[in-house]
């Protein structure tokens, strides 16, 4: 009995913890105070070995920001920027001023992506895809959203063919298949809307500005996917 009201108690406890979270307003104050409207997409910094994870993770963020209600400034314009600064790679504007991706492009906001796993495994058939998104404002330099997302992808096949050695030889011989096959993209885009689903709504939204009380998800979270 003693048992049971320890563990009843725990419930609550970790149940009043969820409930409890912050608001977005007090989650991402920064937003709400600035209200970016444009926004500067960066080239990924890709912390993996996988080459092509950077053009993948760069195709999907336009979407999702227009989705959530701002104005995204073109990445052509931003590369043509970059090629003008003798600069490739966003790594060389972490530590630097962004007031000139306001002055040159009208962004309010540049955004970071940095991509810290990007693994396909055969055996397990899955795919995980761990991706940090870091808004800075281009008055300021600070930092005014961040989230980062782990997305895991879930290829495993269960055929048909019945049981035993046989069968799950068969199931995992179709889950390689699946997992070799897998749309990065997918994924990518997955993980965006996951992670960019916490930022607080833009001007062209339905939901600007009334979205502040809404309850914001935690700084760090993993999905899994099928």
């Known amino acids: 009995m003693k048992k049971f009201i320890y563990l009843l108690c725990c419930t ?18 920064k937003m709400y105070e600035e209200k970016p409207l444009a926004i500067a ?25 227009s989705e959530r ?14 090629k003008t600064e003798s600069a490739y790679d966003a790594e060389m504007f972490v ?15 540049t955004l970071f992506t940095t991509i810290h796993t990007w693994d396909k495994n055969k055996l397990t058939a899955k795919v995980t895809v761990t991706i940090e998104y870091t808004l800075r404002s281009t ?44 749309d990065y993209v997918k994924i990518a885009r997955a993980c965006n809307n996951a992670a960019l689903a916490d930022l607080p709504s833009g001007k062209y939204s ?12 935690a700084k760090e979270f993993r999905q899994t996917i099928k």
């Open 139 to 182: 008055k300021t330099n600070e930092t005014i959203f961040q989230r980062k997302g782990t997305m895991i992808y879930d290829a495993y096949t269960k055929s048909s063919s019945g049981g035993g050695l046989m069968g799950l030889a068969v199931n995992m011989a179709a889950s390689a298949i699946v997992t070799a096959t897998t």
């Open 95 to 109: 530590n630097s001023s962004l007031s000139q991706f306001q002055q040159a492009l009208g962004a309010d906001a």
């Open 12 to 29: 609550t406890l970790l149940s009043s913890c969820v409930t409890t979270s912050l608001t977005r307003g007090k989650a991402y104050p």
């Open 41 to 65: 997409v960066m080239p990924p910094i890709n912390k993996t070995n996988i080459v092509e994870a950077k053009e993948y993770l760069y195709l999907t963020l336009s979407q999702t920001l």
């Open 69 to 82: 209600g701002y104005y995204v400034i073109s990445p052509f314009l931003s590369m043509e920027m970059f």
């Open 206 to 217: 339905p939901a600007y500005l009334i979205d502040v009380e809404r309850t914001a998800g």
